[in-house]
């Protein structure tokens, strides 16, 4: 098996996997049915390429929390306008995003042919990427690159990814929380999470329910050598 590695960094995210028109909400790490839209738009598919969209769901999933971010909400007011140009009715909004969040992601399949072409996908996207929602463009720093391992031990191995400012905040921490596919996860409790696609069509936007785990990795800090700066 093989492995694709990303990071999702920024001041701000939005993961929302339960919302409406006048409530946007997030969840505080990413959502696996936004990951499938964003490989695939980045791959060329059209909202209503179900059959294509639907295979990507096949994909191991998993995402650790390397930075934990803020929750903020943003709030709007709105109108609608009559044909005649007179406002029909003024409304509020609030949306919220995850602020200075960091997120580790692990997509792996037996088929290494798929994960380099979703691989080449996200480095070349067909369509614009973004986290969540479209003013919200991806790190510049997002593709970690793939491994020839797991989702899990892909993600047990890989180094903290968190801000400098954050691991020097919070370099007492020692493990970190990781969601993932329930069946890479053996004899851990599951929940459901409304978060598998059916169809991104606008006209008949649908998700199901897919089971999910939780779990802790143990952390791996890169080793710092405080005399490094004084050369030899």
């Not at 909400?73 to 609608?80: E, F, N, Q």
């Not at 602020?99 to 088929?111: P, R, V």
């Not at 089971?211 to 490094?228: G, M, N, P, V, W």
């Amino acid at each position: 098996m093989r492995t694709l590695l990303l990071k999702f960094a920024g001041p701000l995210q939005s993961w929302g996997t339960d919302s409406d028109f006048e409530i946007r909400h997030t969840d505080l790490y990413p959502s696996k049915s936004a990951v499938i839209g964003l490989i695939a738009g980045s791959l060329g598919y059209r909202r209503n390429d179900d059959e294509r969209i639907q295979k990507l769901n096949k994909l191991d999933f998993a995402v650790r929390i390397d930075q934990n971010g803020n929750l903020l909400r943003d709030y709007h007011t709105a109108k609608s306008y009559k044909k005649s140009g007179e406002v029909l009715r003024t409304y509020v909004t609030n949306r919220y995003y995850i602020e200075d969040g960091a997120f580790s992601i692990a997509l792996g399949h037996d088929n290494n042919e798929l994960i380099e072409e979703i691989s080449y996908a996200v480095q070349n996207p067909y369509f614009q990427t973004y986290m969540g929602r479209r003013a919200l463009p991806l790190n510049s720093d997002f593709y970690i690159g793939i491994v020839d391992d797991d989702v899990i031990s892909s993600l047990e191995d890989l180094p903290w990814q968190a801000s400098d400012w954050y691991k020097k905040n919070n370099n007492d921490i020692d493990s970190l929380t990781i969601y993932a596919d329930s069946h890479l996860l053996a004899n851990k409790g599951k929940h459901y999470r409304k978060d598998e696609v059916v169809s991104f069509d606008q006209k008949s936007r649908t998700f199901t329910y897919r089971y999910e785990s939780r779990d802790k990795i143990t952390l791996i800090k890169e080793e710092h050598d405080a005399f490094e700066a004084l050369g030899d």
